[in-house]
């Protein structure tokens, strides 16, 4: 069973950095794709990027595209969320989620491609 776990979060000022760790365990296979997603007060579930396990492949929503990035540990089993520039509409829980295979090229974003899903943190930005 793979199992994801969540660390990170909390609350910043408009401009600042914070990073969220997602550690995983369980993968009987040696490729996967970890996501993460967020949810802000009011609005739907939304894919803000993805990397494979194998490498080389990064993907970015737009609305983070520059200012967020993923990296991963794999020799520790962690996928990191790095977060620069923050602004108040980045606020919300952040999910990271993972599943079995590569990441797709159309709807690495869909949360409905992911089978194993963290527990959520929640992050805060003030203006």
């Known amino acids: 069973q793979v199992h994801l776990a969540q660390s990170g979060g909390g609350s910043v000022q408009a401009g600042e950095s914070l990073r969220l760790s997602c550690s995983h365990s369980?993968?009987?296979?040696?490729?996967?794709?970890v996501g993460w997603f967020r949810q802000g007060p009011g609005k739907e579930r939304e894919g803000i990027g993805a990397?494979?396990?194998?490498?080389?492949?990064?993907d970015y929503a737009d609305s983070v595209k520059g200012r967020f990035t993923i990296s991963q540990d794999n020799a520790k089993n962690l996928v990191y969320l790095q977060m620069d520039s923050l602004k108040a509409e980045d606020s919300g829980m952040y999910y990271c989620a993972a599943s079995h295979g590569p990441c797709p090229l159309v709807g690495w974003d869909s949360s409905s491609y992911f089978g194993f899903w963290g527990q959520g943190t929640q992050v805060s930005v003030s203006a």
């Open positions: 369980g993968f009987t296979v040696a490729y996967y794709c």
């Open positions: 990397i494979y396990s194998g490498g080389g492949r990064e």
